[in-house]
């Protein structure tokens, strides 16, 4: 299996981030919370055993006689996002020319060589923002662009879908994007099962924690690490087991451990911090 983005990536993104004399404003796209996640383990073995317990007919992980699924409302009570603010969505009016110049505020002649074959190369992106003057508003739209691409819609390329430039805009305006993000994830996990990808499409990451808290496999430590107990200062009770150790404790445990309780309820989402 293909694991999410490459270190080379990873550094680059981080090194034009470092590049501007401000902090790029994620409260403004709706993604403070996201923005800590990126440089987060996931316990890729617990990913690549669940995926045997999902059902693509259906959409939902089957334990035993029990089924759970992700929802719109947990994950945007994972991302720190109100339900109810609109929808960030792809716009299919405009032209990946149009829709790239409008986000990194540039001529859509300067965008169109930032396109190649229909898709938005990143690194042309991240390379003509990072030559532009220190401070640019160019700057801040690019490094979310990063941050959508390979975190929050991951795709494994680094030629991506130019309605994730549609995404981010929408972003910049604190629209939530839980509804695309929630829908490839699904979408990744059918493909997943079914032998169509050796790469898990949505974001890893959250499905990842999703499934630590819904089968109770975390717990707060005894004394927090933080005044807000969050998710990566919490202890696994069960970790470190290969692909095969999971799937035995989700057959032997699975349904026994499901919890019943919506993450988007009461003060959950305060674990997500």
Request: hydrophobic share 45%; net charge negative; charged share 15%.
């Amino acid at each position: 299996m293909a694991l999410p983005g490459s270190i080379e990536f990873a550094n680059y993104l981080e090194a034009l981030e470092a590049t501007c004399s401000y902090n790029v404003d994620y409260d403004v796209f709706n993604i403070r919370r996201v923005s800590l996640w990126r440089n987060r383990p996931i316990e890729w073995n617990l990913l690549m055993a669940a995926v045997q317990f999902w059902y693509p007919e259906d959409h939902v992980f089957r334990f035993g006689l029990d089924e759970v699924c992700p929802t719109y409302e947990e994950f945007s009570a994972m991302m720190g996002i109100n339900p109810s603010v609109a929808a960030a969505l792809p716009e299919f009016s405009r032209s990946p020319r149009d829709l790239l110049a409008g986000l990194l505020r540039i001529s859509p002649s300067a965008a169109r060589s930032l396109v190649v074959g229909g898709m938005i190369s990143l690194p042309a992106v991240l390379q003509s923002v990072h030559l532009r003057e220190v401070g640019d508003a160019g700057h801040s739209g690019a490094v979310v662009l990063g941050l959508v691409s390979k975190l929050l819609l991951v795709t494994g390329e680094l030629l991506v879908d130019p309605q994730l430039a549609a995404i981010t805009s929408w972003m910049s305006y604190r629209r939530n994007p839980a509804a695309v993000i929630l829908a490839e994830t699904l979408n990744g996990l059918d493909a997943w099962r079914e032998g169509r990808s050796d790469f898990l499409r949505g974001i890893p990451v959250m499905l990842f924690m999703w499934l630590s808290e819904r089968l109770r496999l975390v717990a707060l430590p005894e004394y927090p690490l933080s005044a807000v107990p969050n998710f990566f200062s919490r202890h696994f009770f069960i970790f470190g087991q290969d692909v095969a150790g999971w799937e035995n404790w989700f057959v032997e445990n699975g349904a026994r451990n499901l919890t019943g309780q919506c993450l988007g309820g009461g003060s959950c989402s305060l674990f997500w911090s």
